[in-house]
């Protein structure tokens, strides 16, 4: 993008004032060589966004934005429902409470690098991934609304993991308000044969390593240890929350006129709040959410035992669980007064910082676990949230896209790409070359710049890096 | 009317940043439907690879013709999750009844079968990014859209 159509506010915060239809400014978060990278569209969307009713304060771009369905990924937007505020579909997207967990294991790099083989063909056999793959649970009509109600709690009532995994997951592991009548037929098919499956794309499960401490402190208190292995998985609400997102979004389209809406782009559809159809998509991301977190929950469970298969007595604490595709009900302080809003984070992960009231009492001090996923070979990054709560409480998610899936697989062949990553000692198994040619690390920005970009801008602090070993893709 | 058989349908996928755009052309609205829907199964596999040993009849009906477009290829993106199956060849009627539109299909494919088929990437959904569906200037019809990965 042109950077000079920007604003400077200050060092790496960029502005775009109000212009047409728009409601409130743009803000962007990013380096100034991450703004002149992005995409045109990111602008032309988030200027969309601003556009929306009821919407607070500005709407934000992340430092890994790029272009999205009517919301950037890597958007941040509040709609306050006293001023006719909205909720959209397209702001939480097709795969509702996509996310990433992260597992502690203990184990010295050393101790895991002379099973490497082992360990990621025994990943690979543990977790369902790809096109195709089922899980090994399929719900009965009861069995699916009490996970859609019930979330990861559900999840661990059923045998799938640990109580003490709950206050490690956002919303202690099932978020309230969920519906499953609001959720269709055809969803809750999709979804029947899917929990505890990892999915395709950019989804994905890594083993390891903890390579470098940017807050030693902190780093102790989340029980991240230089040297150390922990297995981070990424997926989302599967085949339901992508039928969930396909039926509303629809819907919203359709009802635009009804509600008064502009919209921009159709991919906006929206509805306010205060409405039933507002409602009623509410209640269903609720559930999808749940799905997402039972999901989730299942699949560090198959991770538990197949590990724990290889490395007896192996204990693996949940460090924390986050979704970056959601609409949260949040108090906020705006124009010096706290306001409830509906916190739109579409490719965006929540970071409330130190002494938030909804962190559990053993994160208070430190702030909440952000969770920043690389791509397939690259790091990852563990961050906290920081005090201030920028962007009502958000940072990044992950590297983001910097070329399309077309050009990744003109450029690179997979067979190739898995060959150069296992020379540089990270063991990928995936059922597709191509799928890996697609997700090739150097397909995606340099996720060290964002999450540099995230703390200079003072929306998160760095607390370790952590670099695969193995990486297992649908 | 149905998709004449013979060469292939003309289909090619468009670039987005994070995705992929599908885009069929035809003689009609039913061709480039039929086009798009190859391009769609080209997300996941090699259409070639695919053997029509199953057909499954499609149904949908909309206000407009691009929404149409889109719920077809949402209901082919079920068919394909719930029966896990792809699909490489498809029999297309579109019709306009009144103020709507009718698309009424034969979908022929196959159970995936992963070291054959190699699927890539499931889709989630067809979007109303770069949605387009009717005639063209130059004479023909597009029928396109991005889809979710």
């Known amino acids: 993008m042109e950077v000079d159509r920007f604003e400077p506010v200050e060092e790496g915060v960029w502005r775009l004032a109000p212009e047409g239809r728009m409601r409130v400014p743009a803000l ?41 369905y009517g919301f950037p990924i890597g958007g941040v937007a509040a709609f306050d429902p006293e001023e006719g505020g909205v909720v959209s579909a397209g702001g939480v997207g097709f795969d509702i409470s996509c996310g990433v967990r992260t597992l502690l294991t203990g184990l010295q790099a050393g101790e895991v690098r002379d099973h490497l083989e082992r360990v990621a063909d025994a990943l690979s056999r543990a977790i369902p991934a790809g096109v195709g793959s089922h899980g090994s649970l399929r719900l009965t009509n009861a069995e699916m609304e009490a996970m859609l109600t019930g979330g990861a709690r559900w999840a661990v009532a059923r045998g799938y993991g640990e109580e003490a995994d709950l206050e490690r997951v956002e919303e202690g592991g099932r978020l309230a308000g969920a519906d499953p ?165 579409k490719g965006a992960t929540r970071a409330f910082g130190p002494g938030h009231p909804e962190l559990p009492p053993a994160l208070a001090e430190v702030g909440q676990p952000v969770l920043i996923g690389g791509a397939m070979g690259t790091a990852s990054h563990v961050l906290v949230g920081a005090a201030g709560g920028r962007a009502f409480a958000s940072a990044c998610h992950g590297a983001g896209r910097a070329m399309s899936r077309n050009q990744a697989r003109k450029r690179w062949r997979g067979r190739a790409v898995v060959r150069a990553l296992a020379t540089g000692g990270v063991l990928v198994r995936s059922p597709s070359y191509r799928g890996v040619a697609e997700e090739a690390p150097a397909a995606y920005k340099d996720v060290d710049a964002v999450v540099a970009a995230t703390e200079a801008t003072g929306l998160a602090r760095r607390v370790a890096r952590l670099r695969p070993l193995v990486c297992i893709k649908g | 009317m149905p998709h004449a058989n013979g060469s292939p349908p003309p289909w090619e996928h468009f670039e987005h940043g994070a995705d992929v755009g599908v885009r069929g052309r035809g003689a009609s609205a039913a061709e480039a439907f039929a086009a798009a829907a190859v391009a769609l199964t080209a997300v996941v596999t090699d259409p070639t690879r695919v053997a029509p040993r199953k057909a499954v009849a499609i149904e949908v009906r909309e206000a407009t013709l691009e929404l149409l477009l889109v719920a077809w290829l949402d209901a082919l993106i079920y068919a394909m999750a719930v029966r896990t199956m792809l699909f490489g060849r498809f029999e297309v009627a579109v019709t306009k009844e009144g103020e709507a539109w009718r698309l009424t299909a034969t979908a022929w494919g196959e159970g995936v079968a992963v070291a054959r088929h190699r699927p890539t990437v499931e889709v989630k959904g067809a979007t109303f990014t770069e949605l387009r569906a009717g005639p063209t200037a130059t004479g023909g019809w597009i029928a396109q859209c991005v889809v979710d990965v």
Request: glycine share 8%; proline share 3%; charged share 20%.
């Open chain 1, 181 to 345: 009548a609001a959720v269709s037929e055809r969803a809750k098919v999709r979804q029947r044969d899917e929990v505890g499956t990892l999915g395709s794309g950019n989804h994905y499960l890594e083993v390891q390593v903890v390579d470098r401490l940017y807050r030693a402190e902190v780093a102790a208190r989340l029980g991240l240890v230089e040297g150390e292995v922990v297995v981070s998985l990424h997926c989302g609400s599967r085949g339901l929350g992508h039928q969930i997102g396909t039926d509303y979004l629809k819907e919203m389209v359709a009802a635009a006129a009804r509600h008064h809406l502009h919209l921009p782009d159709r991919e906006l559809a929206a509805a306010p709040v205060d409405s039933p159809l507002g409602r009623a998509y509410l209640r269903a991301m609720a559930a999808g959410v749940n799905c997402a977190l039972a999901n989730r929950q299942v699949l560090t469970h198959l991770v538990r035992r197949a590990l724990g298969r290889l490395f007896p007595g192996l204990a693996m604490d949940l460090l924390y669980d986050v979704s970056h595709n959601t609409c949260k009900v949040e108090s906020h302080p705006v124009g010096g007064r706290r306001r409830r809003l509906y916190v739109h984070r």
């Open chain 1, 28 to 68: 962007l978060f990013a380096s100034r060589a991450l703004l002149a990278a992005m995409d045109d569209k990111v602008a032309e969307q988030l200027a969309g966004v601003a556009s929306l009713p009821g919407i607070v304060e500005a709407a934000f771009a992340m430092p890994d934005a790029h272009w999205g």
